[in-house]
């Protein structure tokens, strides 16, 4: 394995740290296990693409919620920039909660 496709990885594991520090704020739960992430891209640059969902179009932090996920992946030394793109497609559903989050709410 290159020394890049380590570095890459780690780096994607300490994407997913700093994600797991940001909560949907009605809902005790992280965006990561909520299922709020659907994909994380980082480039050799170390600029990083976000895809993300809401819960809801109407998601009172709509506006607030990327910006926080920005900023707070851009506070890694490493990363150059980070961009947030949101997404309703597919729309965010239940299922796609980690089964360690369905417990959390009681849903299993």
Do not use: H
């Not at 909520?34 to 998601?59: A, H, Q, R, W």
Request: a negative charge.
């Amino acid at each position: 394995m290159s020394e890049t496709a380590v570095d890459t990885q780690e780096l994607g594991e300490k994407i997913v740290r700093i994600l797991k520090t940001i909560y949907d704020p009605e809902i005790p739960v992280d965006i990561y296990e909520l299922g709020l992430i659907y994909d994380v891209f980082v480039n050799e640059d170390n600029e990083v693409k976000i895809l993300m969902t809401l819960t809801s179009p109407n998601c009172p932090v709509a506006e607030t919620l990327p910006v926080e996920v920005e900023e707070k992946v851009k506070s890694l030394d490493i990363i150059k920039d980070a961009e947030v793109e949101i997404t309703f497609d597919p729309p965010w559903s239940q299922e796609l909660m980690s089964e360690e989050a369905k417990l959390e709410l009681g849903l299993l």
